[in-house]
């Protein structure tokens, strides 16, 4: 661990998320992700995640509290030092998040495109290596909508990993992990820990929430207005 590792990653520092389709409703997070380590939340319902996330990517302002991301609170970045730091947020999302018009390597490459200097050509051998970790014979040229589920699962891990991230939020991750996905991922993940990466991984599915060979910080639960250890809760 670098020296930096005192320092969290992700902090929720005493927020309050909103949640707008429940009147009145919202969830308290006090909740700080180091470098190195893998939190694993049994988020309960969608909108609790959607919040969750949002917030941790500076798209969302808390209701009370500040949301800070390697030492940063969101709202006190200009845009484009903000859209800068998000080139460090690896994301799995939970609906895919495909470009329908875009090839999918150019979905893969956009987000490192968008928030960083590093050339196409760096990012495409970068990714090609990411691919054959993931199982890949290289990343498919034709759009999404044409592209095998499984392949598109794979690439989703490719694009997460892509850049070096210093966080890597895991959404929707329980559908992806058919064959034989969950070996690699896990190897990605030891990789990501290794230079100081946090992992926020939302795990729908109790099997892979309670699975002992994940080599996880903590588990906890989002519920009801509160996220909680998962020794909590009855």
């Not at 995640?49 to 969101?74: H, N």
């Not at 990012?123 to 044409?146: C, I, N, Q």
């Amino acid at each position: 661990m670098s020296d930096d590792s005192s320092r969290p990653v992700l902090k929720f520092d005493d927020v309050w998320l909103p949640l707008h389709e429940q009147e009145g409703g919202g969830v308290a997070i006090d909740l700080a992700l180091r470098a190195g380590d893998l939190v694993l939340v049994q988020p309960g319902d969608e909108q609790h995640e959607r919040a969750l996330v949002d917030a941790a990517c500076g798209l969302a302002s808390p209701g009370k509290g500040a949301v800070r991301f390697l030492g940063r609170a969101w709202p006190d970045l200009p845009a484009e030092q903000a859209n800068a730091l998000r080139g460090r947020i690896g994301h799995v999302f939970r609906r895919g998040a495909w470009i329908s018009y875009l090839t999918l390597l150019d979905n893969v490459l956009l987000p490192q495109l968008y928030h960083t200097r590093r050339s196409y050509a760096e990012l495409r051998a970068e990714a090609a290596r990411l691919a054959a970790w993931f199982g890949l014979p290289g990343l498919p040229s034709g759009r999404p909508d044409d592209i095998a589920p499984a392949d598109l699962q794979r690439a989703a891990y490719v694009r997460a990993f892509l850049g070096s991230p210093a966080l890597i939020i895991l959404e929707g991750v329980a559908g992806h992990l058919s064959g034989g996905l969950l070996p690699p991922l896990i190897n990605a993940i030891r990789a990501a820990r290794d230079r100081d990466a946090a992992i926020l991984w939302f795990a729908q599915n109790p099997d892979v929430f309670h699975d002992s060979t994940i080599p996880v910080t903590r588990r906890l639960r989002l519920r009801r207005h509160a996220i909680e250890p998962m020794e909590a809760v009855s």
